[in-house]
């Protein structure tokens, strides 16, 4: 006899919860390989060079986008290069002599206390406030694309530098300007004398960048412009701008506003919450899981018959199948041999129900409705016939 | 480890404090310490978990649909008192009462729990791991850790069918006495001789017998009895489908529809595969066949044997029967009727009653019974039983819109190759029994006692 009973049952009970010890054995490697790479990660991140974020145009930015190269070529000809990042700085270097101002960046400076510095200026870029900065300049709605441009004028700064990297916006000077570098309905290159120096103004400062200055006559043209001889102002975006801040009333910000305790106490927050989750989230046990069985009711195959038949509008095998059952249930009620015809049958039926038996043969045995109506009535007429003869 | 809601509760007051008090930062850091002291301490100071020592006790066997208890003792071996929260982890369609438990166990004491299952499937159920949360004398934190004390209870089948067997069993007796007073006919055996009473055949009068005695003597005779019963269950894939409604609610399976209001559309609830109502009718069976004196016999069979019970004795059959059947689930594969075939005939030598138990598919018996059932009915006399559907019955009734006609007519298909596949069987000379689930167990003891009748055992 092979009956299978429940197993012995144990009485003794052992702990399952891994100790300190398992849990060290077992987490060592995971750890170790945690540390070395939180290691190379710190090591790698020590050793790399402190980058900022990159200041186009900058003298002091060795990046692609920065101008050292052409501040250090300036200073190996012998010109002072003079990194300010303030109008009032500036203002301050102009005091000591006749200087050049070159302009990289208006977006944090007043332009209007720019204007009032006097000497050369050179001015780099469609800045906020050019028309200012530079009064009969003329921007055309056109926009050049950057590339190799020839000067085509003659200026001798630009003749002799040749052909160089340009785009930008097009401008037009005022009359008595000289503009280089034609494209569009205007030039790329406009200098004119203005307010005892003379102003240039350059629509892209692309050819000035440490990426670039090494193409075509790019560089020759930023010593041309600049490398005057005299000193060069060269004014920068501010290193830290001011932060925006908006002023309520009596110029306090909501930040003045709140008392400090509020910062800590939403630490303390965070820390209740963390404190919470933890007793929220801790299992009391393991999940338990079980094998179920599968759940699907018999009769699932039939009703996806019966879809099939009333998707396709499968009127004929549908009426077959009606007409076959109750054939199918009738022939031993009418005491006949499992195989009869449908003749037999007919006949048979015919005599029991004193019907017409052309229509109890076209009722059996005739073609299949012609719509989903005369299908029900077909199965209503099978219904009748067979309560006729069970219950006569 | 593990923390309590008084150290939610501590951290949230916190931020009161860190609010209002003059140093914020301070009173944070000072918060923070002395939630973590108290953590500390708690843990320092909870009785501990693992030492912990667990003791069993209670039932192993409990029939579906009623309740059993097992007794848990938590023993506690350390120097300090284990208070706290104690789940005993058993698989869901266990239905185990409470699912968790307070405990305060002194130290070097033990206290007991009463768990109480309430099993919604048949099979064997064990208990996965009992969990301590012990919690320390400030209420801040507590150690927390498993155990494993193993138990298992066996679900039985609940053998509802049973309500049956008195009038089957008075049946057979009038079986049984109709016989002593008639004529001897097929399928009868002798019995004893007695005295003759008036209306008793003449032709029954034992002559020799009355020559030796100064009394009319008659013979009696009586049903055979040792006949052998063979049940063969279908554990393939057709058993699995669910027929009827469930008698006691299944796991998974809301039994109103989880309290909402559900409509006619609603999908009735699946109810219980054919592998139980075929396990019912078994039982039935083999109580009314061990009663008349026959020897039952039991086989599982899908594409290997998964239960053989064979030789035993009447008064331990149905419980033998009932603890193989326990742990038997329809597997999702065609049944390999083959190799039951093999299986059956290795197993009986002689002459028995095959009663198989499977579902009259038109589809799955074509390919798999019929090729091999003359190698089986050309020695044995088989009874093929199967669980209809009354779903379907109710499908081909409903006739009344063009959507149910459809349903209807395929109703009528699945009935008709029922129809059929049982007239083949028949031809083959196999007795056919199709019921619905809730009258197959009484319609299989009819039949079996039928055969008994006609001494076709």
Redesign the interface.
Known sequence: MSVQTPAPQAVESSATSPTVRSVWRSGRGIALVGVLVVLAAVIGLLISPDRGPARPLDPGDASLSGSKALAELLRDRGVTVDRVDSVPAAAAKAATGDRVLLITDTAYHDEFALTRIPGDRVIVGDLVGLPVLAPGIRMEPDYARARSREPECGLPAATAAGSAYLGGPVMNGPGGATACYPAGDGHLLVRFPYGGGVTTVVADGGFMTNQRLAEDGNAALALNLIGTGKPVTWLVRPDEPPAVDLPGEEGRSMHDLMPGSIRWAVYMAIIALAVTAFWRGRRLGPVVAERLPVIVRAAETVEGRGRLYRARRARERAADALREGTVDRLVPRLGLASGAGRHEVVAALAARTGQDPQQLGALLYGPPPADDPGLVALAGHLDAIERQVIEP | M????R??LL??L??A?????PR??A??AG??LL?AAGVLVDLAFAGA??P?????SGE??VRLGQRATVELVVENPGGRRVRG?L?D?????AGATPR?AEIDVPAGERRRIVVTLAPT?RG?RSS????V?SVGPLGLAAR???????????VLPPFLSRKHLPSRLARLRELDGRHPALVRGQGTEFDSLREYVVGDDVRSIDWRATARRNDVVVRTWRPERDRRVLIVLDTGRTS????GEAPIP????APTGGGLPTGPDA??T??W??LDWSMDAALLLAALAARAGDRVDFLAHDRAVR??????SRTELLS?LV??MA?I??E?VEADAQAMVAAVLSRAKRRCLVVLLT?LNAAALDEGLMPVLPQLSSRHLVLVAGVS?P??AA??GR?????E????????????GR?RIT?RLRRHGVEVVDAPPDDIAPALADAYLALKAAGRL
């Open positions: 593990a923390l309590t809601g150290a939610g951290a949230a916190g931020i404090v860190v609010l209002f008090a914020p930062g009173a944070l918060v923070c939630l978990v693992r912990l020592r667990f003791h069993r192993t066997l929260l789940r982890a058993w698989p869901p369609s968790t499937r064997d996965a791991a009992v969990t949360r927390q850790g498993s155990h494993q004390a193993p138990w298992t209870v066996r699995a489908g669910r027929v299944m796991a998974g399976a999908l009735p699946p109810g595969p054919r239960a053989w019970v064979s030789g035993a033998s603890s193989a742990p689930e329809a999702l579902d559907d779903r379907v499908m081909a006739r009344g819109t063009a959507e006609v459809y349903d209807a007519a395929a109703a009528e298909q699945a009935q008709l129809r007239a």
